[in-house]
T-cell receptor
Framework: DTGVSQDPRHKITKRGQNVTFRCDPI?????LYWYRQTLGQGPEFLTY????????KSRLLSDRFSAERPKGSFSTLEIQRTEQGDSAMYLC??????????????FGSGTRLTVV | KNEVEQSPQNLTAQEGEFITINCSYS?????LHWLQQHPGGGIVSLFM???GKKKHGRLIATINIQEKHSSLHITASHPRDSAVYIC?????????FGKGTHLIIQP
């Protein structure tokens, strides 16, 4: 297993276009998280899944943001009608968590989005 | 919502110096994490702790639950330690991050 993979690494898009990012977690991990990081700031939590269930989505930044994990493996994050303020690094992480155990996070390298 | 504050924001030191980065949080936590981020964005988890002290190589992390404070220490610092170090709190339901400390170790 090569860790958490994110694709693409970089994306440049025109304002108003839709973009989709993919995250492949570590295969044994049941939880998958999305974060956004703007320049000079720490990451901020967006949403997370346990298997295919989205357990928290109230902190997605607007209704233009949506995420899926249809088969409990890879996940996609979509941003519709992109705005310049969406320019950021989008980070994915995964973990193995269950009753009484949690072993921490493994992060991907991120997708850097630039909206022009 | 927990507030996580780090200090200093920026730190430049000479090779070999002992480095301390501080982290404070506002409410009780399930776990405190120290992470390292290199240019290009990738984040590596260094420590997860809920009490006491952990050590890995030249890195040491401590936490004081009563004072809601954690520190990351680097002994015998080296230029390859140059990175952003981020403190975060949370368990399996997601993390709340500090803004990070940008560390530069000069040869």
């Amino acid at each position: 297993d090569t860790g958490v993979s994110q694709d693409p690494r970089h994306k440049i898009t025109k304002r108003g276009q839709n973009v989709t990012f993919r995250c492949d977690p570590i295969s044994e991990h049941n939880r998958l998280y999305w974060y956004r990081q703007t320049l000079g700031q720490g990451p901020e939590f967006l949403t997370y899944f346990q298997n295919e269930a989205q357990l928290e989505k109230s902190r997605l930044l607007s209704d233009r943001f949506s995420a899926e994990r249809p088969k409990g493996s890879f996940s996609t994050l979509e941003i519709q009608r992109t705005e310049q303020g969406d320019s950021a690094m989008y980070l994915c992480a995964s973990s193995l968590a269950g009753t009484g155990h949690f072993y921490g996070y493994t992060f991907g390298s991120g997708t850097r989005l630039t909206v022009v | 919502k927990n507030e996580v504050e780090q200090s200093p924001q920026n730190l430049t030191a000479q090779e070999g110096e002992f480095i301390t980065i501080n982290c404070s949080y506002s409410v009780g936590i399930s776990a405190l994490h120290w992470l390292q981020q290199h240019p290009g964005g990738g984040i590596v988890s260094l420590f997860m702790l809920s009490s006491g002290k952990k050590k890995h190589g030249r890195l040491i992390a401590t936490i004081n639950i009563q004072e809601k404070h954690s520190s990351l220490h680097i002994t015998a610092s080296h230029p390859r330690d140059s990175a952003v170090y981020i403190c975060a709190e949370g368990g399996a339901d997601g993390l709340t991050f500090g803004k990070g400390t940008h560390l530069i170790i000069q040869p």
